[in-house]
């Protein structure tokens, strides 16, 4: 795909709720809670958003007219967008090309889910899931078979729930605000080896929100505007490449779309937000985006290079781990964080100087169908 | 919104299967049918589709990447979108901005929906509805205003379905092929009044496929492209305009929008394909499209104006009706029929000579939450 005929599309609005299991608000008043704040954040009123686009999983047929409906927006398109857990993300994606397309100067994004138990419909619709191939149990090959090729231990794949939940600890939007140890990660109940439940992101509730404008309107509005440099999607690829046990085949493939799209190579980057839904998750990710070489995620995570101190800091919002996974919240949650740290707006987390974010989510169902997406941000 | 820094866009190749209960064919299977047809009919190989855009309602997560895995196609982003019963004429809408942008050359739209009992889960979502103003409820209020203010009679209204199900006679994709009296509509079993049994459209399933193509790309695939001249999106704006119960607002103001970016008045239009869920439907958005002035809707259809042979065609292909309504499909499918008649190839239902088409959707949750398309094309 070619990008060169959009024009620039900045972030100029975020906002999101605390994740957590919000077990008394409906997922309509988690999303107002966040386009509220993502318009006041704008600068924007509701009349000055030209359209909608909304994404979530399971939350039933036109979720963002009754978000907007019930804000008294004025009759807008609005559009909702599933893509598994990639959802919210390519909803972003969407509002980014009808910007750069000239239809529309100001858009509104939502990424919202409510989670309640047998929420997750797509365990029993793929052969191999029912058969016991749930999500935990593929990464878990991943992460065994990672550990047979390239010495990768047990110990490097906790010590990444431990960063996340450290890093959770400073994020007063996330679901888990409390440090866990090395040794309480390895020793929590295990669910499919080598991940144990604390390498299992939680289920819980949310809502993110970003207003995106072009050029001329970002530079109005804000002095601090994100732009947008790159929108990738992928679809299924497999989430292993035909050879190889140890990779999510979209992340690589989706990463290189989006640093030809931006100009950018993972050197460049300064901050990264990747879908760590399983720890194992977050260093094969790394691998597929580049952060270091096949085979060396292992020793990233030793080194401490993703911490939020180290060379490249991966996840400072807590990742799916700490912060939490509210499915179709998730992918514009992660840009949220990015806006905040390249402003200089991310507090105790901020990752100091930070001028170029990556976001990554992916999701699917079983195997084979699923969507990946790799969003660069720069200031 | 502004249209104008879009390339033009063409519908190269289009496909469907017919509506039918299909008790033994999974909703994969009949999209794979469309998709495999729109793809020959365009000329194209799967290697050369850059994207695809997929409607539907309740067929579950990423259903794209279902239906694309199970055909090889290569690894393409894959976007899924819901929008009520206007799924498919969004999803459409999509991939026209995107190719329009300029980031793909070629795309395939999708509509689908496999439908089973107690498939419409936003009855009970919607607290009205759950008090029993069901959508032939709704309709049947406004067709009772209409009659009260208006004069429209009973007949007028049955009458639509007696055209209508004459047009699918025509129509080897029509669920329903039979012809009735005006005489058995009336007398079939009284759903709502003043609606009856066959003026309600049927529950079953389906699938609609369309390949968009770039200028270029398009004048070298075909002798007979059919140009997006519009696609116009509006949300919920109420079924009823606040102060007036015969208009369903979206309509009138969607067209508006398309009628705009096209360039076109409705005195321009050769055929209509429109949303007749319920009879009462297509004459209330043959008013709000402006086929006829406010409250002549029944005139119009009793001078036979909207039939096959009429001064303007509404529904050829039996509408929603006779052909049928498999959500997702529904919006895709009106497509087909109008690339069909502009191309000449719509057989014994052929509009002679008809150089403008316009397809119409809407649909929603209760009385609120909903969206509604107006798609032009012109050969």
């Not at 509220?36 to 000055?48: N, P």
């Not at 078979?145 to 047990?154: A, D, I, Y």
């Not at 959770?168 to 109940?189: I, W």
């Amino acid at each position: 795909m070619r990008s060169l005929h959009l024009r620039s599309v900045a972030v100029v609005g975020v906002a999101m709720t605390k994740f957590d299991k919000h077990p008394d608000r409906s997922v309509e008043d988690l999303a107002r809670q966040a386009v509220v704040g993502a318009l006041r954040d704008a600068g924007v009123e509701k009349t000055g958003v030209e359209a909608a686009y909304v994404g979530h999983l399971y939350q039933g047929e036109v979720l963002g007219q009754r978000i907007l409906r019930g804000l008294g927006f004025p009759p807008i398109p609005v559009l909702n967008v599933e893509n598994a857990c990639a959802s919210g993300s390519s909803a972003l994606r969407e509002a980014w090309i009808a910007v750069g397309a000239g239809l529309y100067d100001v858009a509104l994004v939502v990424g919202a889910e409510k989670m309640r138990k047998g929420l997750l419909q797509f365990v029993d619709r793929d052969l191999e899931v029912a058969m016991g191939n749930t999500a935990p149990a593929q990464y878990a090959l991943a992460g065994r078979r990672h550990m047979e090729e390239f010495g990768t231990s047990r110990e490097q794949f906790a010590q990444i729930s431990v960063k996340n939940h450290r890093h959770g600890c400073l994020n007063p939007h996330a679901q888990y605000q409390t440090a866990c140890t090395l040794e309480e990660v390895l020793s929590s109940r295990l669910i499919a080896d080598p991940l144990t439940l604390l390498q299992c992101c939680p289920a819980g509730s949310g809502a993110a929100a970003v207003v995106v404008a072009t050029d001329a309107v970002a530079r109005r509005l804000t002095t601090l505007p994100v732009w947008i440099r790159a929108a990738a999607l992928r679809p299924w690829m497999s989430y292993f490449a035909p050879t190889d046990l140890t990779s999510f085949g979209a992340t690589a493939v989706t990463a290189r779309d989006a640093y030809a799209m931006a100009g950018v190579g993972p050197e460049d980057l300064d901050v990264v937000e990747l879908h760590d839904a399983f720890t194992v998750g977050e260093l094969l990710h790394c691998e597929g985006l580049g952060l270091c070489a096949k085979g060396e995620g292992g020793r990233l995570v030793a080194e401490g290079a993703t911490e939020l101190a180290g060379r490249i800091p991966v996840n400072p919002s807590g990742g799916l781990l700490a912060k939490g996974h509210p499915l179709g919240a998730t992918g514009v949650a992660q840009v949220v964080e990015l806006v905040w740290h390249l402003r200089g707006q991310a507090g105790a987390r901020q990752v100091p100087g930070a001028r170029v974010g990556l976001a990554h989510s992916q999701g699917g169902t079983g195997l084979e169908a699923g969507a990946c997406t790799v969003t660069i941000l720069g200031r």
